[in-house]
Each structure stands twice: as C-alpha cells, then as structure tokens.
C-alpha cells in the first residue's frame, strides 16, 4: 500500500508577524512626551508637533490595516463627530477660528485612541512604559519644584507652594499622577515588588505636593472601583510600606510650604532618603536601608547647620492645608457654575458656541471677574456646543466603559480591564472639577492608557505564499 500526502487545498496562509520595531507606538509615546513635558500641550506650538506626531501613528495605523475593537472604533467616530459638530456650529456663528482648539483635542483623541487600541503586545508595553515614566517625571519635577521653590513647576496657590510640575498646573499634574498611578497598579509585576512600591510612592508623594482636592477624590474614586473586583484587591497587595515612605517625606516638606516662607532642599531631601529606607527595609535590603537612613540623618544635620535660623512653623503649613484644600467649599467655583448655567440655559441644543462662552460677571464678593474655564467640563462643554456636543463626548466616553466592562470577564484579563474602568471613573470624576479637557496631555494619557488595557483584537491580515510542488 503506497501512503501519500494530502494534496494541498490552496495557498498556505502565513500570520503577519508583529515583532519588531512598531513605528505607531514609537510615534504615539513621543507625542505623549512632548504633551506632558510642554505644559500638557496647552498651547499651539507645542500641541501642533503632538498633532503631527499623532497624524503620523495614524497613517502607519492604514497602512498596517490594524484591526481595532467595535467600542473602540464607535469612541473614535464620536469624537470625530463632536470636531464636525463643534465647526458645524462655529460656522453659523462666523466664528471658526474660536472653534478650532477643541475640534483638534477631538480628533487628536480619535486617531489616537483606535491606533493605540490596534498595537501589538510589544508596542503597548512600550507605550505603558513611557506613561509611566512621565508620570514619575511629573511626580519628581513637582517635588523638586516645591522643595527649592522653583516656579512654574511649583507655584504658590491659596497661601502654599503647589506642585505644578512640568504641565505647570497643579490640578492637571494631579490628574496625570492619579492616570499613572492607576496604570501602575495593574501593570507593574507584584515579583519585582521593590520598583513596584518605589514607583507607586513616587506618583502618591507628587500627589500629595500637588494639594489638588479634585485630584485626590478622583484617585479614592479610581481605588474603590479597582476595590470592587477580586482582581483589583489582589492587584493592591504588599503596598503598606508606601504609607511611611510617603508620609516622612511631606512631613520634611512642611516648613516651606508657605508662601513667603524660605526653601528647606536638605531637609526635603532628607525626608525623601528616609522614605527610601522604609521602602528597602520593607524588602528585606537590611544594609541598604542602613545606609541610606545614615545619609538622611547626615541631611539632617547639614541643614541644621547651613539651613535659615528661623524657618517656618510646620504649624503654618497645616493650618494653610486645613483651612484651603482639606474643605468642600469654593464660592469661586459656586460663581463660575452659576454663570455657566446661566449661558446654558440661552442656548440648551446647540449652546452658545464653541470658544464663545463669556463668564465676564460680579461673584460673590462683589468684584468684577473674568474667567475662560468653568472647573466643570460637563457643564462647559454643554454651555458651548449644547447638548448635542455633550451627547457626543459621554457617547464615546460609554463606549470605552463598555468595552472594559465586557473585557473584565476575559481570561488573564480581569486586573487590567479593572484597571481601564478605574482610569476612566477617575478622570470622569475630576472633570467635574476641574478643567481637563482642555490640556490635550490628560486626555491623551487616559485614552492611551485605556486602550493598551483593552484586550489587543485579533489580528486578522495575513500573508499567503504558493505551496511547493
């Protein structure tokens, strides 16, 4: 009996291999490096480079045909939705030019978010890495700035020097530590449990110096929800050694936080080598943690001897702290949502236009004010294109929740999709205020970090090759 092979029935597919160099996430993490780096990308010259570098993720994207999940795709077609209703609606006001800053932000976001969600495994390794890293960068800039008064990235703000770090405002830099903060609870590996805590203590410590309220809440918003899942539970163990290394360092902060009150660097320097103690002690690096508890005696003692004779009273610092950020309370802000509301209510559907909310008013002490921002973005956004841009932006913003809520039963995915809900609950949260969305690096962060928290979509392009006869 003679065997033979099976005749072939055709082409043999050959799956399109995804190693490699990925120019799309190279693109994309350079241009949440310039965001973040450039004062969150705020202002023109800065933003265009972003928009470029984006644009050109975006025609690699074509041409790798990569596919991208249907949420993802609804998201980025809402958002290019919100950009033509924004100039739709400049246009009826001959007012395009005002139009232009937030029809950009929405169509950076929606090329952005459907290249990032269509990377392989290595390129979203790679774009967690450097969000994480400038997360630390924005953490170290805005210690560093507080503790040697250094403005812009540390800036006094209701009697005390605030954090503002290289986005140079201190409830954004908040917002952007919370998103890395988030991201590095369910990314870093818990066998590497030294980095894991150093970098988590990083991100906590320029949280705190930041003093933003809307920055902490969203933060207690992003934990209880990673909190609600077994996952998430799991995925914050072993991170009680943070707590001391976190609180010696703000306690050495203290007597400069003032404004008028003179920088204290080896002081601050020293609470900050005392937290690294605790956190090598915590990992059993005994001589280490000898070591380095020596030098910040050493800090210590230098600045006894070099820093001013009569520094400020911690006292004044806490007092600041408890009167300014530790209360609900903010006439300000009752006055700007007062106004907002009241152009609002003029134009429900459409609004009033984009770029053309005027909040020129009397506030609540009798002084004539002039503000651009709302510290309440539903609402602003809801003031300027009505209910139908609103509709737009909370269309794409469910479509990603519901893509994380349908990913949290997937296999091996359970932390990560906790973690993508966590991100969004937050910045939803802080939103509401502060304005966010008009420092383009925040919400580029929170999309980039979504969507390399997604399941990658299977990739479906192939290659074929004729088989040997």
């Known amino acids: 009996m003679i065997v033979t092979a099976p005749r072939a029935a055709g082409p043999t597919p050959l799956v399109r291999r995804t190693g490699g160099w990925d120019g799309r996430a190279t693109l994309l993490g350079t241009a949440l490096g310039v965001a973040v780096l450039a004062q969150g990308a705020f202002y023109a010259g800065p933003f265009t480079v972003v928009a470029a570098l984006v644009a050109g993720a975006g025609v690699l994207a074509v041409v790798h045909r990569a596919p991208v999940p249907r949420p993802l795709s609804i998201a980025a077609a809402c958002w290019a939705g919100f950009a033509l209703w924004v100039l739709v609606r400049a246009l009826l006001d001959d007012a395009v030019a005002y139009a232009v800053p937030a029809a950009a932000v929405a169509l950076l976001l929606a090329v952005a978010l459907p290249v990032a969600a269509g990377l392989g495994g290595e390129g979203r390794r790679l774009l967690q890495t450097v969000a994480l890293a400038l997360a630390v960068v924005v953490a170290a800039s805005g210690w560093v700035g507080t503790a040697l008064h250094l403005s812009p990235l540390s800036m006094p703000s209701s009697g005390l020097w605030r954090a503002a770090a290289t986005i140079t405002y201190a409830n954004a830099a908040g917002a952007a530590l919370v998103t890395g903060l988030l991201l590095a609870l369910v990314t870093l590996p818990a066998t590497r449990s030294l980095l894991r805590r150093a970098v988590v203590a990083t991100l906590v410590l320029g949280l705190a110096v930041t003093m933003s309220r809307g920055a902490v809440l969203a933060l207690a918003v992003g934990i209880a929800v990673?909190?609600?899942?077994?996952?998430?539970?799991?995925?914050?163990?072993?991170?009680?050694?943070?707590?001391?290394?976190?609180?010696?360092?703000?306690?050495?902060?203290?007597?400069?936080?003032?404004?008028?009150?003179?920088?204290?660097?080896?002081?601050?320097?020293?609470?900050?080598?005392?937290?690294?103690?605790?956190?090598?002690?915590?990992?059993?690096?005994?001589?280490?943690?000898?070591?380095?508890?020596?030098?910040?005696?050493?800090?210590?003692?230098?600045?006894?001897?070099?820093?001013?004779?009569?520094?400020?009273?911690?006292?004044?610092?806490?007092?600041?702290?408890?009167?300014?950020?530790?209360?609900?309370?903010?006439?300000?802000?009752?006055?700007?949502?007062?106004?907002?509301?009241?152009?609002?209510?003029?134009?429900?559907?459409?609004?009033?236009?984009?770029?053309?909310?005027?909040?020129?008013?009397?506030?609540?002490?009798?002084?004539?004010?002039?503000?651009?921002?709302?510290?309440?973005?539903?609402?602003?956004?809801?003031?300027?294109?009505?209910?139908?841009?609103?509709?737009?932006?909370?269309?794409?913003?469910?479509?990603?929740?519901?893509?994380?809520?349908?990913?949290?039963?997937?296999?091996?995915?359970?932390?990560?999709?906790?973690?993508?809900?966590?991100?969004?609950?937050?910045?939803?949260?802080?939103?509401?205020?502060?304005?966010?969305?008009?420092?383009?690096?925040?919400?580029?962060?929170?999309?980039?970090?979504?969507?390399?928290?997604?399941?990658?979509?299977?990739?479906?392009?192939?290659?074929?090759?004729?088989?040997?006869?």
């Open 226 to 469: 990673l909190l609600a899942t077994a996952a998430g539970r799991r995925g914050v163990r072993g991170l009680h050694p943070v707590v001391p290394a976190v609180a010696v360092p703000c306690a050495a902060l203290l007597p400069s936080l003032p404004d008028g009150a003179e920088a204290r660097p080896l002081l601050a320097l020293g609470g900050l080598v005392v937290g690294a103690a605790v956190l090598l002690a915590a990992d059993r690096r005994r001589r280490a943690a000898a070591g380095t508890a020596l030098g910040a005696v050493l800090l210590g003692l230098a600045d006894l001897v070099t820093g001013p004779l009569t520094g400020a009273d911690p006292a004044v610092a806490v007092d600041a702290i408890t009167e300014t950020r530790l209360t609900g309370a903010s006439a300000d802000r009752v006055d700007l949502v007062r106004e907002t509301l009241a152009h609002f209510a003029t134009a429900p559907v459409t609004g009033v236009g984009p770029g053309m909310l005027d909040l020129t008013y009397v506030d609540h002490a009798g002084r004539l004010v002039h503000a651009w921002f709302t510290h309440l973005e539903y609402l602003q956004v809801a003031a300027e294109t009505g209910l139908v841009g609103l509709t737009l932006v909370l269309a794409g913003t469910a479509a990603l929740v519901a893509a994380a809520w349908r990913a949290r039963k997937a296999r091996r995915l359970p932390l990560r999709a906790a973690g993508a809900l966590a991100v969004l609950a937050a910045f939803a949260t802080q939103s509401a205020l502060d304005f966010l969305w008009h420092v383009p690096a925040l919400p580029l962060l929170v999309c980039l970090a979504v969507a390399t928290l997604l399941p990658a979509p299977a990739r479906t392009d192939t290659v074929t090759k004729e088989p040997v006869r």
